[in-house]
């Protein structure tokens, strides 16, 4: 039986966030002049979170992480020619576990406070998707998925280098992997624009993401 989350409820499933790792960024980095973050790093990305996302978000991830390693893109991606790397990666899948999973971030070239919130952005949007926000109904994430594909394929304005590198041979696969990360960019985008900014520049993805931010912020559990 679902219930609405109390004002309490959320707060302390906010409260529960694990995050850890981070002081090895700052320390990494301390030389740059856009790593400003000083003090209890770990506390401060927690701080962000905390104030960027609706609890709700929180609710299908238990921990965010620094991991110092460099990790490849998956092969499956085909994507040869972006240096970086893999960025972040969300843990989860509540099709197959039904509990919270986490987001990794992994070593880069640089980091900045910009950089990491924009990661933090497209792997909280993973986590909240189709297959691993641990609440959505059967017909929820169905729809999500619908809605997502359909914005991707009729979207004029929407453009990102990393979904156009990803190829694969099998292209019903490439389709799928392309809508899942097109999911998580309009998110990014969104945060980093503002939601009246990119209502004016990207309406097809403005309208989907607004649609499920309020959809996923009062859902019931």
């Known amino acids: 039986m679902w219930v609405t989350l109390s004002k309490e ?12 790792g981070f002081q090895k960024v700052a320390e990494m980095f301390r030389e740059s ?6 003090g209890d790093v770990n506390k401060k990305v927690s701080d962000l979170l905390t104030k960027r996302y609706p609890a709700q978000w929180f609710i299908s991830t238990d921990a965010v992480l620094f991991v110092n390693e460099e990790r490849d893109l998956p092969e499956e991606y085909g994507i040869e020619d972006i240096e970086a790397g893999l960025a ?3 843990d989860g899948g509540s099709i197959y576990h039904e509990k919270p999973g986490k987001i990794s971030l992994f070593k880069q070239f640089s980091y900045d406070m910009k950089n990491i919130t924009s990661i933090l952005d497209h792997e909280f949007a993973h986590q909240n998707d189709w297959t691993r926000n641990i609440i959505l109904s059967e017909p929820q994430r169905i729809k999500l998925l619908c809605d997502a ?35 998580a960019e309009a998110i990014e985008q969104y945060m980093t624009a503002g939601p009246e900014n990119y209502k004016k520049t990207n309406p097809t993805e403005y309208a989907l993401v607004k649609k499920w931010f309020d959809i996923i912020n009062d859902i019931k559990e």
């Open 33 to 38: 002049p856009n790593m400003t973050w000083k």
């Open 88 to 90: 972040g990666q969300a």
């Open 9 to 20: 409820e959320k707060l302390k499933k906010q409260k529960g966030l694990k995050v850890n």
């Open 149 to 183: 594909t359909s914005a991707f394929s009729e979207s004029k304005e929407f453009f990102s280098e990393y979904v156009e590198s990803i190829k694969n041979d099998d292209k019903q696969r490439e389709a799928y992997i392309k809508v899942t990360e097109y999911w």
